[in-house]
C-alpha cells in the first residue's frame, strides 16, 4: 500500500503551527518559495514564510522534504479536515 504523501503533509503541518484550515494558503505560499529555488535549505524556507506573514510557523526537515518531493508533480487536489468534516481542496503545492 503507497502512503498518501499529500495527506503525510498535511498532517505534519498542525505539529509546526499551521491551523488546518490554513494549510492551503501556506501550501501556495511554499509554492511560489520552492519555484523561486528548488535547491533551497530549510532555515531560507522558514525565513521566507515568516517574511510573508506566517509568524509562529517552523516548517520540519521532513515537511519541506515531503513538499520538494511532491513539487514536481502538480499535487492533485488534497484532502482537508476542516470544522464541518472533511472537505476537498483545490489548492495544491503547484498553486493550482
Same mark, same amino acid.
Given at each position: 500500500?503507497?502512503?498518501?504523501?499529500?495527506?503525510?503533509?498535511?498532517?505534519r503541518l498542525p505539529q509546526q503551527g499551521v491551523i488546518t484550515d490554513?494549510?492551503?494558503?501556506?501550501?501556495?505560499?511554499?509554492?511560489?518559495?520552492?519555484?523561486?529555488?528548488?535547491?533551497?535549505?530549510?532555515?531560507?524556507?522558514?525565513?521566507?514564510?515568516? %517574511?510573508?506573514?506566517?509568524?509562529?510557523?517552523? %516548517?520540519?526537515?521532513?515537511?519541506?522534504?515531503?513538499?520538494?518531493?511532491?513539487?514536481? #508533480?502538480?499535487?492533485?487536489?488534497? %484532502?482537508v479536515q476542516a470544522k464541518e468534516g472533511l472537505w476537498l481542496s483545490? #489548492?495544491? %503545492?503547484?498553486?493550482?
Open positions: 500500500m503507497t502512503p498518501n504523501l499529500h495527506q503525510l503533509l498535511l498532517d490554513d494549510a492551503p494558503a501556506l501550501l501556495r505560499d511554499l509554492s511560489k518559495i520552492l519555484e523561486s529555488d528548488i535547491g533551497i535549505d530549510l532555515t531560507t524556507a522558514n525565513s521566507k514564510l515568516q %517574511l510573508l506573514g506566517w509568524n509562529g510557523v517552523k %516548517l520540519a526537515y521532513q515537511s519541506l522534504q515531503l513538499a520538494l518531493t511532491l513539487k514536481p #508533480y502538480s499535487l492533485m487536489p488534497i %484532502l483545490r #489548492y495544491s %503545492l503547484s498553486g493550482t
